[in-house]
């Protein structure tokens, strides 16, 4: 059973960068099935999502966060990862990592989240 | 960018019965929409694809319809369990996927 698990700090100052990694189990991020993805979720609101990587480390980003977000991928560690630069009060949310399907491109698996928020 | 619009915000439902939940796109999506349920302090789960395929594992109480700009989820004989939000999301243009604000099903 794949399971998805975020790591990294709950607490950021305005500027710096956010920095969060995704630790994929009971299966390989070398998995032809899937894209690797970061969604967040502002306090009620709903989710937006901020990219995704292929196990051959082909990026793909929303083009409104595009300039600060890098998405990187270590298949020695079975891991993914979300660095977003010069963050801002906005950025506060939950962040999540999932699972998105190569042929339909939905969300199936998803982590239990990870709440950051941006404050000085 | 496609803006996802879900309505209502909130819909009063009573146990047993039935739950209707909207979601327009601002241009068509075809039926590349997915719908996701979530709980307080819970990540969403996926419960339809393809506007009307249910998730391995989904009950049949839950039905999806629709195709263009418009699409349904209906809770039928809605359980205790499936008082949450629930959300929509386009899955047509590549790669700018986006969802919905969300409706609150919450118990009549």
């Known amino acids: 059973q794949l399971q998805l698990q975020e790591s990294g700090p709950g607490l950021e100052k305005p500027s710096e960068t956010l920095s969060l990694t995704c630790t994929v189990s009971?299966?390989?991020?070398?998995?032809?099935?899937?894209?690797w993805a970061w969604i967040r979720q502002p306090p009620g609101k709903g989710p937006e999502w901020i990219g995704s990587i292929y196990h051959t480390g082909s990026t793909y980003y929303n083009p409104s966060l595009k300039s600060r977000v890098t998405i990187s991928v270590d298949t020695s560690k079975n891991q993914f990862s979300l660095n977003l630069s010069s963050v801002t009060a906005t950025d506060t949310a939950v962040y999540y990592c999932a699972t998105q399907w190569y042929d339909t491109e939905v969300f199936d698996i998803w982590g239990q989240g990870t709440m950051v928020t941006v404050s000085s | 960018e496609i803006v996802m619009t879900q309505s209502p915000a909130t819909v009063s439902v009573s146990p047993g019965e039935r739950a209707t939940l909207s979601c327009r796109a601002s241009q068509s999506v075809s039926s590349k929409l997915a719908w996701y349920q979530q709980k307080p302090g819970q990540a969403p789960r996926l419960l339809i694809y393809g506007a009307s395929t249910r998730a391995t594992g989904i009950p049949a109480r839950f039905s999806g319809s629709g195709s263009g700009t418009e699409f349904t989820l209906t809770i039928s004989n809605l359980q205790s369990e499936d008082f949450a939000v629930y959300y929509c999301q386009q899955y047509n243009k590549w790669p700018q996927w986006t969802f919905g604000q969300g409706t609150k099903v919450e118990i009549k």
């Open positions: 009971g299966g390989s991020i070398y998995n032809v099935n899937y894209y």
